[in-house]
């Protein structure tokens, strides 16, 4: 079980980072209407607020360099949470910023997973 909840926890962050980087506008499939994102400490609700907010950045290009996933079993839904450490180095900058996120997977009457919270914050020092 453990083995499985790790594999999972490590495919959806290759697959968010990848979308991230290289189709933002897609992200918004990993959410759902009851999906929140605090992001920098701004409450962001629902799925159109939270796609609107990614897609907004002051950037366009970006890479994310993943460090550690750490992932749990949810027993209370079904679900996985996902902690993730790393930095991100935008298009142009020399330098890289560390960030960590955690992520809140729920499972959907399908059999997928979606995104009920997700928490974002850079490491600065």
Do not use: W
């Not at 290289?22 to 629902?46: A, H, N, V």
């Not at 607020?49 to 550690?68: G, W």
């Amino acid at each position: 079980m453990e083995e499985q909840i790790d594999t999972l926890g490590k495919s959806f962050v290759d697959h968010y980072y990848h979308l991230f980087d290289s189709d933002r506008s897609s992200l918004s499939s990993l959410y759902q209407p009851t999906s929140m994102l605090t992001f920098e400490g701004q409450k962001i609700f629902g799925v159109d607020d939270i796609s609107a907010k990614l897609n907004q950045l002051p950037f366009d290009q970006c890479r994310h360099l993943i460090n550690t996933i750490d992932s749990q079993p949810c027993t209370s839904t079904g679900g996985i949470v996902i902690f993730v450490s790393g930095s991100l180095q935008l298009a142009g900058e020399e330098h890289h910023l560390r960030f960590s996120q955690m992520f809140h997977l729920t499972p959907t009457q399908e059999g997928n997973f979606f995104v009920q919270n997700d928490i974002f914050r850079l490491n600065y020092g």
